[in-house]
């Protein structure tokens, strides 16, 4: 059965730095195109960023420039490197295959509080 467990999110003030990482079980992160999705209070799940078989990454306007994502395939991790952190960056953080939709597996999600 496959499982995400997301951690490292917590309270940041604007402009600070957090990261982010999920552990798969059951799914091996280097076979698919994976990616990070968060939703905000009161909002749908929208992408925050992914990464493509061969490593090429994707982001949204609002988290290009400011977010990295990568992946270590030998210790099977996705990472989420987010810099300049804004409050509306603030929500629930989650892994998932590219495609993933509100019927697939979801991990608990990370929690991002960005506010001063």
């Known amino acids: 059965q496959v499982q995400f467990v997301e951690s490292g999110g917590g309270l940041v003030e604007p402009g600070g730095s957090l990261r982010l990482s999920c552990e798969p079980s059951?799914?091996?992160?280097?076979?698919?195109?994976v990616a990070w999705f968060r939703q905000a209070p009161g909002k749908e799940r929208e992408l925050a960023a992914a990464?493509?078989?061969?490593?090429?990454?994707n982001y949204p306007t609002a988290t290009k420039g400011r977010f990295t994502i990568s992946r270590d395939n030998e210790k099977n991790t996705l990472s989420l490197q987010m810099d300049n952190l804004k409050p509306e960056d603030t929500g629930v953080y989650y892994c998932?295959?590219?495609?993933?939709?509100?019927?697939?597996?979801w991990g608990q999600g990370t929690r991002v509080t960005v506010s001063s």
């Open positions: 998932n295959v590219l495609w993933a939709d509100s019927d697939s597996t």
């Open positions: 059951g799914f091996t992160l280097d076979y698919y195109a």
């Open positions: 990464i493509r078989l061969g490593g090429v990454a």
